[in-house]
Structure formats: structure tokens, C-alpha cells
């Protein structure tokens, strides 16, 4: 079963800030939480990771919530090339744990 | 990084043949992951195949239907036998990086079965 819960779906304009939560109410002290997202037609790609502190990359801010039970995506300005299926994990780091994707979120983005 | 070259992309097969799905990667890595994902839906893990070992099926999946190989660290199949309409799907598979930084996915088989 799925570690993680999110919502089913969001909708956001061009160019505003998109703040995409997950819930993962299990997680334990060396798992770490994973984004990826799903662009149509294509497998799914990287997007952030991190265990406890916040983390900001090119594509996206995460925001871990200090018990880690939840976490925040956060696009700063979303673009119609943001609008995809946003997912989120959790892998322990040199774990053998099966990687299981929850349904995740799909992101509309309106121009 | 890891590049992930997953072939075919799409194929259109007859019911109760099989079809095999390749998945090369540009780098050694340890662990990886065969997905499917039929339509409007996530993904759902079929097995984790390690090199030098037997692969490990999720709940659901039998290796007489999904036999995998993964004869070296950059180089896998998963045979999807005996296939019937309900197989259709989309095949991924995934490879986690040597330090588990993240995980790399091919493009996908988009598989029809008629």
C-alpha cells in the first residue's frame, strides 16, 4: 500500500505560486521524501528530495513539515509546462523497501 | 545521472503471443524496477530485479506471466507472456541511482494488446 496521500487534483493559473501537499503520517526516521512528476505521454521525472530541512532546487521549493508527516511542493510561478501528475514517496536511502507510488496529484495550469 | 533506453516504445501484439521489453541503462546500477500503468492511472510495481538474483514480485504478479532477466548491472526484460486484452498497458522500467539519490525512469512501452 501506498505510504503517501495527495490530493487527487489541483488547479492553478500561469505564473502563480502552486503549493502541492502530501501526507505521509508513517514515515520513518531514514526514509526520505521524494517528488516526481509525469508529463503526458512520458515516464516520470525527478523533482526534489529531502529528509528534514527544506529544500529548493531550480524546479521546485520542498517544505517538510517539522513531525515529517507531511510535506509541501511548492512551484514559485507555474507555467503550462508544469501541468502534469505530481507524485510523491518516500524511499529509505540504501533500503531494499519496495518503491510504491500513491495516485497522485494531477496539476492543471490555466493560461 | 542515469539515462534509461527502454525499447520498443509501442508495439500492438495478438492476444496469447508475448512480448519482451528491454531496458539498457548508461550506467552500473544495483536495483531496478519494472512498472505498469494502465490508463488515467499511477503506477503499479510488477518486481525489483536485482543482478546476480532472483527478481521479487509485488502481490498480483507471478513470474511464469512477467519473467524477468537481469543479466549484468546495465541491462534488463520483462516478458509479458501470454498476454490477452487486459494487458494493455504502459511497461516503465526504473533504475534507483548508485547513491539513492533519486530514481530514473525510461520513456515506457506502450503496449496493445488485440
Known amino acids: 500500500d501506498a505510504k503517501t496521500t495527495q490530493p487527487n487534483s489541483m488547479e492553478s493559473n500561469e505564473e502563480e505560486p502552486v503549493h502541492l501537499p502530501c501526507n505521509h503520517s508513517?514515515?520513518?526516521?531514514?526514509?526520505?521524501i521524494h517528488w516526481y512528476r509525469q508529463l503526458p505521454s512520458q515516464g516520470p521525472e525527478y523533482v526534489i528530495h529531502g529528509l528534514t530541512s527544506n529544500v529548493n532546487n531550480r524546479m521546485a521549493s520542498l517544505a517538510i513539515a517539522e513531525d515529517r508527516k507531511s510535506s509541501t511542493l511548492i512551484l514559485h510561478r507555474a507555467t503550462l509546462r508544469d501541468a502534469a501528475v505530481y507524485y510523491c514517496i518516500l524511499i529509505t536511502q540504501g533500503g531494499s523497501e519496495k518503491l510504491v507510488f500513491g495516485k497522485g496529484t494531477k496539476l492543471t495550469v490555466n493560461p | 545521472s542515469a539515462v534509461i533506453s527502454q525499447k520498443p516504445s509501442r508495439d500492438i501484439c495478438q492476444r496469447g503471443t508475448s512480448l519482451t521489453i528491454q531496458c539498457q541503462v548508461d550506467s552500473q546500477v544495483t536495483m531496478m524496477f519494472w512498472y505498469r500503468q494502465q490508463p488515467g492511472q499511477s503506477l503499479t510495481l510488477i518486481a525489483t530485479?536485482?543482478?546476480?538474483?532472483?527478481?521479487?514480485?509485488e502481490s498480483g504478479f507471478v513470474i511464469d506471466k512477467f519473467p524477468i532477466s537481469r543479466p549484468n548491472l546495465t541491462f534488463s526484460t520483462l516478458t509479458v507472456s501470454n498476454m490477452s486484452p487486459e494487458d494493455s498497458s504502459i511497461y516503465l522500467c526504473?533504475?534507483?541511482?548508485?547513491?539513492?539519490?533519486?530514481?530514473?525512469f525510461g520513456s515506457g512501452t506502450q503496449l496493445s494488446v488485440l
Open positions: 530485479a536485482n543482478q546476480g538474483s532472483e527478481a521479487t514480485y
Open positions: 508513517t514515515i520513518s526516521g531514514t526514509d526520505y
Open positions: 526504473s533504475v534507483m541511482g548508485r547513491r539513492w539519490e533519486k530514481l530514473f
